[in-house]
C-alpha cells in the first residue's frame, strides 16, 4: 500500500515535470499586475508574438502588458482577470514561439531589437512608485542617509515622510529636490553629508514613505532636542519621538 | 650654512603667504557666489511681490472679462515664483511658513478664477472683495520688503553674515533683515487668521475626526506590546514602548522591537481600543521564493484576520523581493478609495512586513451611498472619443473640495498610454484623471 502510494507520486510528479517542461520555460506562479522578473519576460514575449503587446519587453507587468493580457484571454475565449493562470499560460505556449536565450541575451546587452510584431526590448525595467523617478528616489535616499543614518528604521522612513510632507504643504516648495535645498532646511545639505553614498537601508526607507508610510503622524519638522538652538521649534506641537529626534506639527 | 638657512625659510614663508592668500581669494569668491545667490532671490522675491501689487491692483479696475482673466493668470504665475524665491533664501534660522501659505493660498484663488469662464460665470461680489483683500495684503508686504530691501542695500548687509550668525545661535550684527521678515510673517498671519479665501483653500490632508471616534476600551502599555508583536509576526523581544507627545491627533503607543535575527520594528497602537495605525518591519527580503499573486493572497488573510473587513486588492506591485499592495473597502459593488490601507509583504516567506492604515482610519465610517443619477453609459459619454474603456466600476472619491463622491471609474487605453478617468455619478463632472504610470526603464 505504502510502496504504491510513493509509486502513484512518482508517476504524478514525473507526469508534472513532463507537462511542466513540454509547457515551456513559465514556472508555476499566477503572474499579476505589478510583478517583475522572467516570466513577465516570456509573458510579454509571448503577448508579442501573438500581437496583442505592442509595447517592449521590459520584464515589468504594467499597464499595457495588462491589457494585451486581458484581450488575448477574450479572444482565446478563457475568463478575462488579467491573471496570467495556469489555463492562460497553457493557451499562450499552444498560440506563440519563446525563445528565451535569445530575448534575454537582447535585454541583458540592453540593445533594441525586432523580435516579433515590430516591438522593442528595453533593458530590464524597475516599478517605480506613480510620480517618483528612480533619480527622485536617489536624491531622498541620498538625504535621509545624510540626516539620519544612526537612527532606527523607523526613524529613517520617518525623515523621509517628513520630506514628502512638506512637497504636499502649501508652506514649502512643491518638489522632492526643492525641499531638500532650501537652504537650512537641513544640516546634512548645509554641511555636504547628503553627497555620502547612501546605503540599501535608506533607500528602502524612502520607497516605504513613498508608498505612503508615515510613522510621524503627519510632521512637517523635527529637531534633535540635545543640539536644536532656535526656541521656536520647541513651540510646535510635538507628535512623537522617534531614535533622536522630535517629531512636530 | 645659516644664511642658507634663512633663504630657505624665507622662501617657505613665501610661498606659505601666497598659498594662503590664493586660498583666501578663492574663499572669497565662492562667499561672493553664494551671496549673490541669495541677493538674486531676494531682490525677485521684492519684484514679484512689486508686480501682485499691481496687478490685482489693474484687476479690481478691469471692465473686460477679455483681459482679467490674463492678469488674474499673471497673479498666480507670480505667487508661484514669488514661493520659489522665498524657498531660495536662507531663512532657516526664522519661521516664515504664514507668508508662504498666504502665497499659497491666493495662488489657488487667482487659479481658480482664472480658469474659469468668466464670461458665463463672472466674479462673485465675494470673491471681488477676496480680491481687495489681496490687493491690500499685497501692499503690506510690498511696504515691509522695500523697507527691508532699501536697508540691505543702504547698509550693505549680506545673506550669508545673518545665516552664519543665526546658524551659530548669536545675533547677527545687524537685525533689520530678521526684524523686517517677522514684521512680514506677523502681517501674514493676520491675513491666514482673517481666513479670506478659505472657501477656495484646499485642504492638505483629511480631518483627524475619524480617528477621534475610535472606539473601545482603552488598552495599557503591556496590552499594546503584545497588540504589537501579534503583528509583526516575528519572533520579537520588546525593546521600548513609548506614549506620544503632546500634539498628537489622538493618544497611541509607539511600540519597538528587535526581533531574533536583528530585524527592527515598530508599531504605533491607539490607545483607545489598540487599533493599529502604522507598523513596519525592516527586513532584508531574500530571494523572492513565492508569487506576487500568492503574496497577495497572504495579505488579503492577514488584513481579514485582523478585522479589516470587505477589502479587496487595488493595486499591486513588486519592489526587489517585496510586494507592496494597496486593499479598498469595497460597500456592495462600490469601492471606497478613500478608505485604503498599504501592506507590505517579503517574496521570500510571504509574511506581512507592514501596514499604514492612518488615513483607513481617518475616513472610515458608516456610508449611506445615493444611487447613481447617471448610468455607466450616460458616464462613458463624458470621456474623451478616441479613450477605449477597458474596465468600468463604480467607486467613491474624494474631490479638489474635499468631499467623497461617488463615481464611475473608468480604466482607458489610447494607444500610447493608460488613464484613470473618474467621472461623477450624479452630474457627469469629470472629477479626477489619471495618467497610470508605466514602469521606468533601468539605466
Keep these: 500500500m505504502k510502496k504504491g502510494k510513493k509509486a502513484a507520486v512518482v508517476c504524478v510528479t514525473l507526469i508534472l515535470l513532463l507537462t511542466a517542461h513540454h509547457a515551456g520555460a513559465f514556472s508555476n506562479q499566477i503572474i499579476q499586475r505589478g510583478a517583475e522578473g522572467d516570466d513577465v519576460i516570456e509573458l510579454q514575449a509571448r503577448l508579442q508574438y501573438t500581437g496583442y503587446y505592442r509595447d517592449s519587453i521590459d520584464g515589468v507587468f504594467g499597464w499595457s502588458t ?83 543614518r544612526g537612527e532606527p528604521y523607523e526613524g529613517q522612513v520617518a525623515v523621509a515622510a517628513v520630506i514628502l510632507n512638506r512637497v504636499a ?79 512636530c506639527e | 650654512m645659516r644664511s642658507f638657512t634663512i633663504a630657505g625659510l624665507t622662501l617657505l614663508l613665501a610661498v606659505t603667504a601666497i598659498w594662503g592668500f590664493s586660498q583666501y581669494r578663492q574663499k572669497e569668491a565662492m562667499y561672493i557666489e553664494a551671496e549673490n545667490g541669495y541677493q538674486q532671490a531676494f531682490h525677485e522675491l521684492v519684484y514679484q511681490i512689486d508686480v501682485i501689487h499691481d496687478r490685482t491692483g489693474e484687476a479690481l479696475a478691469m471692465n473686460s472679462k477679455g483681459n482679467l482673466t490674463p492678469a488674474l493668470t499673471d497673479v498666480w504665475r507670480l505667487t508661484s515664483e514669488a514661493h520659489n524665491a522665498i524657498s531660495r533664501l536662507p531663512l532657516g534660522f526664522m519661521p516664515f511658513s504664514k507668508t508662504e501659505e498666504f502665497l499659497g493660498s491666493s495662488g489657488d484663488f487667482t487659479y481658480k478664477t482664472a480658469v474659469r469662464d468668466l464670461d458665463n460665470e463672472p466674479l462673485t461680489d465675494k470673491e471681488y472683495n477676496q480680491l481687495e483683500t489681496l490687493y491690500s495684503q499685497a501692499a503690506d508686504l510690498q511696504k515691509e520688503l522695500r523697507s527691508v530691501q532699501m536697508s540691505v542695500l543702504d547698509k550693505n548687509l549680506r545673506w550669508t553674515d545673518i545665516a552664519h550668525a543665526t546658524a551659530k545661535g548669536d545675533e547677527p550684527a545687524d537685525n533689520t533683515v530678521i526684524d523686517g521678515f517677522n514684521t512680514i510673517e506677523n502681517k501674514a498671519s493676520e491675513f491666514s487668521e482673517a481666513d479670506v479665501f478659505q472657501a477656495g483653500q484646499v485642504e492638505q490632508s483629511v480631518s483627524d475626526d475619524g480617528l477621534k471616534r475610535l472606539k473601545g476600551n482603552k488598552v495599557t502599555k503591556a496590552e499594546a506590546a503584545s497588540i504589537a508583536k501579534d503583528y509583526f509576526n516575528i519572533d520579537a523581544e520588546v525593546t521600548t514602548v513609548e506614549k506620544n507627545l503632546k500634539g498628537a491627533a489622538i493618544p497611541f503607543y509607539n511600540v519597538a522591537v528587535i526581533g531574533k535575527n536583528g530585524e527592527e520594528a515598530s508599531m504605533d497602537v491607539t490607545e483607545k481600543g489598540g487599533y493599529p495605525l502604522t507598523f513596519n518591519v525592516n527586513k532584508t527580503s531574500g530571494k523572492g521564493k513565492i508569487s506576487l499573486h500568492d503574496a497577495s493572497k497572504k495579505a488579503a488573510t492577514f488584513l481579514e484576520k485582523h478585522g479589516f473587513d470587505n477589502m479587496v486588492m487595488t493595486n499591486s506591485a513588486q519592489y526587489d523581493h517585496t510586494a507592496v499592495f494597496t486593499f479598498t473597502t469595497k460597500q456592495d459593488d462600490i469601492l471606497i478609495y478613500p478608505e485604503s490601507v498599504t ?65 464611475y471609474e473608468f480604466l482607458a487605453e489610447n494607444g500610447t498610454a493608460s488613464y484613470r478617468i473618474f467621472i461623477n455619478a450624479k452630474d457627469g463632472k469629470e472629477e479626477r484623471i489619471e495618467k497610470l504610470a508605466e514602469a521606468e526603464a533601468g539605466y
Excluded at chain 1, 94 to 104: L, Q, T
Excluded at chain 1, 113 to 121: C, E, N, V
Excluded at chain 1, 212 to 240: C, H, M, V
Design chain 2, 343 to 407: 501592506i507590505k509583504t517579503a517574496l521570500d516567506n510571504g509574511v506581512v512586513s507592514g501596514l499604514e492604515a492612518q488615513n483607513y482610519w481617518k475616513n472610515r465610517r458608516e456610508r449611506d451611498i445615493e444611487s447613481p443619477t447617471l448610468t455607466s453609459d450616460e458616464a462613458k459619454k463624458e470621456l474623451h472619443p478616441k479613450l477605449t474603456v477597458m474596465e468600468v466600476q463604480k467607486a467613491v472619491v474624494t474631490n479638489d473640495v474635499g468631499e467623497d463622491v461617488l463615481c
Design chain 1, 169 to 247: 504643504s502649501e508652506s514649502f516648495p512643491n518638489t522632492a529636490s526643492g525641499v531638500i535645498f532650501e537652504p537650512g532646511a537641513f544640516t546634512a545639505v548645509a554641511d555636504g553629508q547628503i553627497w555620502l553614498t547612501p546605503n540599501e537601508t535608506a533607500k528602502k526607507a524612502v520607497l516605504d514613505a513613498i508608498n505612503g508610510w508615515d510613522p510621524t503622524g503627519e510632521a512637517l519638522y523635527y529637531f534633535n532636542p540635545d543640539t536644536a538652538t532656535s526656541a521656536w521649534i520647541w513651540s510646535r506641537p510635538q507628535i512623537k519621538k522617534i531614535g533622536r529626534h522630535i517629531y
Design chain 1, 66 to 148: 495588462y491589457w494585451a493580457l486581458r484581450n488575448f484571454q477574450e479572444s482565446f475565449g478563457l475568463p478575462v482577470d488579467g491573471l496570467a493562470g495556469a489555463a492562460t499560460k497553457k493557451k499562450l505556449e499552444k498560440a506563440s514561439k519563446y525563445d528565451e536565450a535569445h530575448v534575454k541575451s537582447q535585454i541583458h546587452k540592453g540593445r533594441s531589437f525586432t523580435y516579433y510584431g515590430g516591438a522593442d526590448t528595453t533593458s530590464q525595467s524597475v516599478n517605480s512608485p506613480p510620480g517618483f523617478s528612480q533619480n527622485d528616489i536617489q536624491l531622498m535616499a541620498n538625504a535621509v542617509y545624510g540626516e539620519s
